[in-house]
């Protein structure tokens, strides 16, 4: 639960990088919607006494190098396709997962495959989504929905595990919930001020 508190960190980090690389703007409500965000995660995963170890640089690593990958996902999209971004992005990955190879490796059996390509078929749409999504929006408009991961964990464990959430999760998937679509209101409040302020300018 620590570490992924921490990780989940990885939104706000690339909130605030956003605005000297990107040259995006942070408002106010912007900065409430991704706070009440990671508020939501800090309720569900609930972190103990021990949340600031030395360890916990590990996973803070991880939302660093998480953040960076949202930020070059979406700089990467004014020149390339989500396509290619996904192809490079896999690549990549191949070539650090050989440097980390374990010297104990066991191949996989056939029916062990199956899941593991379903996994890989899964992460690839999802950054394909995410590619889109950077195409189309700020960065600090689409990674609060990043928190939104643990409402379908939820799901997904009372499905296959019969795990029932409690009154903290229930608590902290509302805030997650209220924080997504309080940005995209905002950002729907904006799109209409832009559209009504050049109508009247060209009325007059």
């Known amino acids: 639960s620590e570490n992924q508190a921490?990780?989940?960190?990885?939104?706000?980090?690339?909130?605030?990088?956003?605005?000297?690389?990107?040259g995006e703007k942070l408002g106010l409500h912007r900065i409430i919607a991704v706070v009440l965000g990671f508020i939501g995660v800090l309720i569900i995963v609930k972190p103990g006494s021990?949340?600031?170890?030395?360890?916990?640089?590990?996973?803070?690593?991880g939302a660093a190098f998480m953040a960076c990958s949202y930020l070059a996902t979406r700089f990467l999209m004014s020149t390339e396709s989500s396509i290619a971004i996904i192809f490079y992005y896999s690549f990549a990955l191949l070539i650090t997962s050989l440097i980390f190879f374990p010297s104990d490796f066991v191949i996989p059996t056939f029916f062990d495959l199956i899941p593991l390509m379903f996994l890989g078929l899964m992460g690839s749409l999802g950054h394909y989504f995410l590619a889109q999504?950077?195409?189309?929006?700020?960065?600090?408009?689409?990674?609060?929905?990043e928190y939104s991961s643990f409402i379908f964990v939820t799901v997904m464990a009372y499905a296959f595990y019969n795990e029932i959430p409690d009154v903290s999760i229930i608590l902290g998937v509302l805030l997650i919930i209220i924080s997504g679509i309080y940005i995209v209101y905002r950002e729907q409040q904006k799109k209409k001020d832009i559209i009504n302020l050049t109508i009247f300018k060209n009325t007059r």
């Open 6 to 22: 921490i990780f989940h960190v990885a939104p706000i980090i690339a909130t605030i990088l956003a605005i000297p690389i990107l």
């Open 50 to 61: 021990g949340l600031f170890k030395i360890e916990s640089l590990l996973p803070l690593m």
């Open 133 to 145: 999504a950077a195409k189309n929006a700020e960065v600090m408009v689409i990674t609060p929905f």
